[in-house]
T-cell receptor, first 115, second 114 residues
Framework: ETGVTQTPRHLVMGMTNKKSLKCEQH?????MYWYKQSAKKPLELMFV???????ENNSVPSRFSPECPNSSHLFLHLHTLQPEDSALYLC??????????????FGAGSRLTVL | AQSVTQLDSQVPVFEEAPVELRCNYS??????LFWYVQYPNQGLQLLLK??????LVKGINGFEAEFNKSQTSFHLRKPSVHISDTAEYFC????????????FGTGTRLTVIP
């Protein structure tokens, strides 16, 4: 149990489907993140939420839509995806401070396949 | 901006042999450094981190890493590996001031051979 739970673990969807990935953290952290992990590429930071406000959006296509209803939950809504969006999507959380390192705790990931 | 280079994409090593996984970083400001491990079908788990102080950092599972500022390196080492160490290892860097998001390398696949 890592303290960060992601569902579903595996998802297969067509390009016209609408689906959502869910992340829940049980650590009392105040920041949550979505990363995309593709083979042979560095982890790509997609979105950052701090105190439930989106503080970073790294030029992610609008077919990915995040939602953070409270500090414990984070969603990634998926719509009209492309096959190149197939990847492992990792959620993470951290307790951000004014000073000191930002140590992330990751979930196990959601493996997405777009047909 | 920060960046991380992990030169070795794959490292095979025999069981009980020593291993070193290389990590070099680039940054115009002072940084914090991290190593994460990803076992099959799991998320990333923190192995160790360097924030300040002693340049030799010890982590979980017998791993250690040494921060070398002049060479901008943070190589990961273990004196004797086990089969269970087979995993993907990621080096990461974050600036020590301002927005401290993590920047990851491409990872090194460590395979321990019986």
């Amino acid at each position: 149990e890592t303290g960060v739970t992601q569902t579903p673990r595996h998802l297969v969807m067509g390009m016209t489907n609408k689906k959502s990935l869910k992340c829940e953290q049980h650590l009392g952290h105040n920041a949550m993140y979505w990363y995309k992990q593709s083979a042979k590429k560095p982890l790509e930071l997609m979105f950052v939420y701090s105190l439930e406000e989106r503080v970073e959006n790294n030029s992610v296509p609008s077919r990915f839509s995040p939602e953070c209803p409270n500090s414990s939950h984070l969603f990634l809504h998926l719509h009209t995806l492309q096959p190149e969006d197939s990847a492992l999507y990792l959620c993470a959380s951290s307790q951000t401070r004014e000073s000191g390192a930002n140590v992330l705790t990751f979930g196990a990931g959601s493996r997405l396949t777009v047909l | 901006a920060q960046s991380v280079t992990q030169l070795d994409s794959q490292v095979p090593v025999f069981e009980e042999a020593p291993v070193e996984l290389r990590c070099n970083y680039s940054s115009s400001v002072s940084v914090y450094l991290f190593w994460y491990v990803q076992y099959p079908n799991q998320g990333l788990q923190l192995l160790l981190k360097y924030l300040s102080g002693s340049t030799l950092v010890k982590g979980i599972n017998g791993f250690e890493a040494e921060f070398n500022k002049s060479q901008t390196s943070f190589h990961l080492r273990k004196p004797s590996v086990h089969i269970s160490d087979t995993a993907e290892y990621f080096c990461a860097v974050s600036p020590s001031t301002g927005a401290n998001n993590l920047f990851f390398g491409t990872g090194t696949r460590l395979t321990v051979i019986p």
